[in-house]
């Protein structure tokens, strides 16, 4: 399980780094276009399909991270209202749950970079074809699938409870 987990951590580091490396570069790559245009009435134009495409990858990069955490959004009516090994049960089913809709998305992001491979699209600025650029949709789904697996494995052996509790008396 440990191993799993580090593999996971080792993953999100990546992941972090990713993010913060596209981040930088859309701040950068907006305020040198806006300067561009507003000062000298140029424009670089792949820095807008630079940026267009960046924040679809931090926004699926964050995704799987907060899946690691057990932070992704989810509707959580019931919870409150169980303690002990129902809770426990109520997470395995609720992280079983979302692992499948994980699975069906990624099978449905893995149809779609074929139809796009098929289609052939290249990016007129960036030079390279659409679906290189779309790539993040299975390998974000594919990582919360793996981060569901080890939530439920941890959910089943006890060990997320734990770590709700620590949090909950630090927050409370």
């Known amino acids: 399980m440990s191993f799993l987990r580090r593999i996971s951590d080792i993953a999100e580091k990546i992941e972090s780094f990713l993010i913060f490396v596209l981040v930088f570069l859309m701040v950068i ?6 300067i561009l245009r507003n000062i000298f009435a140029i ?4 820095f807008d399909d630079f940026v267009r495409h960046s924040v679809l990858w931090v926004g ?3 995704a799987s991270i907060v899946t690691a955490h057990g932070r992704h959004i989810n509707i959580d009516l019931f919870s409150r209202f169980f303690k002990g090994a129902s809770k426990r049960l109520l997470g395995v089913i609720k992280n079983i749950f979302s692992l499948v ?4 998305l990624l099978y449905a992001s893995l149809k779609f ?5 098929e289609g052939g699209e290249v990016s007129l600025t960036l030079k390279v074809p659409v679906w290189y650029l ?3 949709f299975p390998f974000a789904f594919s990582m919360m699938i793996f981060r569901f697996f080890i939530l439920t494995l941890e959910e089943i052996l006890g ?14």
Request: net charge negative; glycine share 0%.
């Open 60 to 62: 699926f990069l964050a």
């Open 134 to 136: 779309e790539l993040i």
């Open 101 to 104: 809709i994980s699975v069906i």
């Open 113 to 117: 970079i074929s139809y796009e491979r």
């Open 43 to 46: 424009s670089i134009f792949w």
């Open 29 to 34: 790559f907006s305020f040198l276009q806006i």
């Open 159 to 172: 060990r997320k409870v734990e770590e709700e509790k620590k949090e909950e008396k630090f927050f409370v």
